[in-house]
């Protein structure tokens, strides 16, 4: 059971030497319209609950409150995802973008933060689309009377069902959303022109509606300005966006293109993207125009016929139930398989981070075990919520805001550092726009903060967790000696390996002179043994992996010295070690002072820092890294 459950690596997230994500010839992949299918599952989708929620925020005024989320899709986070298409063309998103501004820990926290909003927004997916798709089930006239009161159920079944199909083994096949996308665009064709046939046969309802929303609002100044009000509540209809960048590497580039620039991948994102958001866009606005007026506002509420399954309820009322019950198979299918994109989303971008953080566990790096995690806490969620796709609204909009806001910050920063004035002038007002409604979603609507910070908190745990745990492994991918360092350890093999961890400090021969003196006073060492200093001088601790690079140096005419750079001392001087063994067939020594101080503190400044009380740590490295006492180099500490 072990062997098969961490068998293998994510698909998405195989790491070459050193934490790169391995990436295919960038002239390989899929046409940019059949992965447009791909994220489509995931956007497209959001037509089975969008009418409704948008009914149920705006009422009467739904189809102008869809209007301006019309306008902010295509004159906002339109043009923010294509930039970030330029700027992050493996995939990564915004967060890698933001990633490169900010380094140590406060750079960490950063993005295990947007993570946290990630896992929100990918997760609420599932269990939303769940929910929406046991809705479909429940209402169908042929199953309300097996599955009546059995939401829950169904949706938990649902879920479970996804959670197996990565279990055995996922690929996201792109043929399938084809067909899908094209089947569900297809029916959902037919409904809106139905009902605009029936609007047109009964001019009275478009007549009744606009005297509604003058008694209701008074002026067209007035329902603009309620529209804006209940914008952040219609914010799922922009919910694509990120998945629409997380599957670039699977577009199609053209043969000269390069990991470098891949121009024709780009090129295709944007084109996958910009028509995404037109076909969504027109879809939108038409299907909240047919709904508000063609069904009556109490079907929408809570209990009612049409609540998170308008235009279902549509088919059903005006094809008949053998249509509607095609439409609903073919809802339940894309919502499904949207909670299928979703999984493979969080599959792809936590292994992206985490490990390379050292903030995941090893199994992390397995599907199944991740699976498991996220299934169970999809269960969670789902009973948390109780299955109700309105009450998940709020928690799915904010995951959503967070990240496009997000984006939108990065690119104009981009935009700014690129001394491109009219796009630094342009994007800061979209990054306006949605810190706004992200933060009225959140005052309207903090169930969705909540549980967002729950994921925040449950990762930053974790991740902080693991770290402690895989703190004394080596952490080192590679140690590469240059000329220098190799001709003084080959030349010291010849009468044994004694090395001095120094810390340096001002170089002088002062220095040296008296730490030589001290270390061959504490430990009884001949003068006549040689001894070379060691010295690690700590970059960005909060590093995990990193490769080890050694130059050895003479200091005034006399002192031997190899000289590191590493995230910590520690591990390095342990790497350094084994290495040292391997390559001269001697097990060296290492000499140190005790470090004054109080040893939880001295551990903190370890696990913050890089440092602390550096010899124990070491030999425990050691100690983990080679279990054979006769083979591990050997720690002095006087």
């Not at 294509?82 to 890698?96: F, L, M, Y």
């Not at 109700?388 to 104009?412: C, K, N, P, R």
């Not at 060691?534 to 995990?544: A, L, M, R, W």
């Not at 503190?601 to 550096?614: D, N, S, W």
């Amino acid at each position: 059971m072990r062997a098969w459950m961490l068998e293998g690596l994510a698909d998405m997230a195989k790491h070459q030497q050193g934490g790169q994500p391995q990436q295919e010839p960038a002239h390989k992949g899929q046409r940019w319209w059949r992965v447009m299918c791909l994220t489509g599952v995931d956007y497209f989708s959001t037509l089975g609950y969008q009418p409704g929620i948008a009914a149920l925020a705006a009422g009467l005024l739904s189809p102008v409150a869809t209007i301006v989320l019309v306008i902010v899709t295509l004159a906002g986070a339109l043009p923010v995802y294509r930039r970030v298409a330029e700027e992050s063309p493996r995939g990564q998103g915004s967060i890698a973008m933001l990633e490169r501004l900010l380094s140590f820990w406060k750079g960490k926290l950063f993005v295990l933060t947007l993570l946290g909003f990630a896992a929100t927004d990918f997760l609420i997916t599932i269990t939303l689309s769940a929910a929406d798709a046991s809705t479909h089930l429940v209402e169908n006239p042929h199953l309300t009377g097996v599955l009546h009161n059995q939401q829950m159920i169904v949706t938990l079944i649902l879920v479970a069902l996804l959670g197996a199909v990565f279990m055995k083994g996922f690929l996201e096949a792109v043929g399938v959303a084809v067909v899908l996308v094209g089947l569900y665009i297809g029916l959902n064709v037919v409904v809106v022109a139905v009902g605009l046939w029936h609007v047109a046969q009964a001019p009275h309802v478009v007549t009744d509606w606009s005297q509604a929303l003058t008694v209701q609002h008074g002026n067209i100044v007035a329902m603009v300005g309620v529209a804006l009000l209940v914008f952040p509540k219609l914010a799922l209809g922009m919910s694509g966006f990120e998945t629409g960048v997380a599957v670039m590497p699977h577009v199609e580039g053209d043969a000269d293109d390069t990991e470098q620039r891949p121009t024709g991948r780009i090129r295709g994102t944007k084109k996958l993207l910009t028509t995404a958001a037109v076909i969504m866009s027109v879809f939108l606005i038409l299907t909240s125009f047919v709904t508000t007026l063609l069904i009556p506002a109490d079907d929408f509420k809570p209990g009612g016929q049409a609540n998170g399954r308008a235009l279902a309820f549509l088919a059903h009322e005006y094809l008949g139930n053998a249509f509607g019950t095609v439409y609903d198979v073919s809802t339940i299918a894309i919502l499904w398989f949207a909670g299928a994109s979703a999984m493979a989303g969080l599959l792809n971008l936590m292994p992206q981070y985490l490990p390379r953080y050292g903030m995941a566990p090893h199994w992390a790096r397995a599907v199944r075990p991740m699976v498991l995690v996220f299934t169970l806490v999809a269960f969670l969620v789902t009973w948390l919520f109780n299955a109700d796709v309105d009450a998940q609204g709020g928690a799915y909009a904010t995951g959503v805001l967070v990240l496009i806001s997000s984006a939108a910050i990065a690119v104009t920063i981009a935009a700014h550092r690129a001394r491109q004035r009219g796009w630094t002038i342009g994007f800061a007002v979209i990054s306006a726009v949605f810190l706004y409604t992200t933060v009225v979603n959140v005052i309207e609507r903090p169930d969705g903060v909540k549980i967002g910070a729950c994921f925040i908190a449950g990762i930053i745990l974790v991740s902080f967790l693991s770290r402690v745990a895989r703190a004394f492994e080596l952490r080192v991918t590679s140690v590469v000696l240059d000329e220098t360092a190799e001709r003084f350890l080959r030349d010291a093999a010849r009468r044994g390996i004694r090395l001095i961890a120094n810390e340096p400090d001002q170089r002088d021969v002062a220095e040296y002179c008296d730490k030589l003196q001290q270390i061959r006073s504490d430990n009884d060492i001949p003068s006549e043994d040689d001894l070379i200093f060691v010295e690690v001088t700590v970059g960005d601790p909060s590093e995990f992996e990193s490769e080890l690079r050694v130059r050895g140096e003479v200091l005034h005419g006399r002192y031997r010295v190899l000289c590191l750079d590493s995230s910590t001392i520690s591990n390095a001087l342990a790497a350094l070690l084994l290495h040292v063994r391997d390559l001269t067939g001697q097990r060296p020594h290492i000499y140190f002072e005790w470090t004054e101080g109080n040893p939880f503190a001295q551990f903190l400044r370890f696990f913050l820092f890089g440092q602390g009380e550096v010899a124990p740590v070491t030999r425990e490295v050691l100690r983990e890294a080679e279990p054979d006492r006769a083979r591990r180099p050997r720690v002095h500490v006087g």
